[in-house]
Nanobody, 128 residues
């Protein structure tokens, strides 16, 4: 069973940066594509970024392109979401999700239902 753990959230000011981490308990991310999503109160879950199992391909949602980047490092088995120039509207609970590479490029669709495993989330709050 893949158990994902997010960390790195917190309270920051507008314009600040944060780096979120997604790690796995009881396994490895080596064979999983990973996506980052967020959900604010009263809003639908939103896709932010995804990266293939090898880390060789990635996709960033248009809404955060130019500010957010995703990376995957096998050496520490972690997927990072680097968030720069944060805005108050970025305030949300941020989740990482994973889908096994046997599912091909389904991760690229950016659809929540394409992912098999989810973490509990980490809260990001951006003050103005």
């Amino acid at each position: 069973q893949v158990q994902l753990v997010e960390s790195g959230g917190g309270l920051v000011q507008a314009g600040d940066s944060l780096r979120l981490s997604c790690t796995v308990s009881g396994g490895t991310l080596r064979h999983y594509a990973v996506g980052w999503f967020r959900q604010a109160p009263g809003k639908e879950r939103e896709f932010l970024a995804g990266i293939s199992s090898t880390g060789g391909a990635s996709r960033i949602a248009e809404s955060v392109k130019g500010r957010f980047t995703i990376s995957k490092y096998h050496i520490d088995d972690t997927v990072y979401l680097q968030m720069n120039s944060l805005k108050p509207e970025d305030t949300a609970n941020y989740y990482c999700a994973a889908v096994h590479e046997r599912e091909g490029t389904i991760w690229y669709r950016g659809e929540a239902e394409s992912y098999e495993y989810w973490g509990q989330g980490t809260q990001v709050t951006v003050s103005s």
